[in-house]
């Protein structure tokens, strides 16, 4: 799994072991520093599968101008695309604006069992 939020700026995390025909909850939470802890905080990313923290670690927060739309790709994009034997459904997806809990997590994962 890579997260990404620029051209330069990744995350790139191994050991994600799925078992294959079973639905899995994936979340991933990016928090920023407040402004003034920003200088001297990264921001950081969390992965959440089935409800526990599986990786974190810095990366990068890329703020949406203001009046301009965020473009998120979901996958994998075509520049980046392997040949892969792995297929993937979304069921659902949501994006919320504020950082959610782990507690928020565990309880959005025992919901959707």
């Given at each position: ?30 928090s920023k520093p407040n402004a ?52 993937w459904k979304i069921r659902s ?12 997590i565990g309880f959005m994962y025992?919901?959707?069992?």
């Open positions: 799994l890579t997260l990404a939020t620029s051209n330069s700026n990744s995350l790139s995390f191994s050991g994600l072991e799925t078992e294959k025909g079973k639905w899995h909850h994936l979340a991933v939470v990016h003034l802890a920003g200088l001297f905080q990264a921001s950081v990313a969390y992965v959440y599968v089935d409800g526990k923290l599986r990786h974190m670690g810095k990366l990068g927060y890329s703020p949406s101008p203001v009046g301009k739309s965020l473009q998120v790709t979901i996958g994998t994009p075509v520049t980046c695309a392997r040949v892969s034997d792995s297929t997806c949501y994006l919320f604006e504020e950082v959610l809990t782990s507690g928020c025992i919901l959707g069992r």
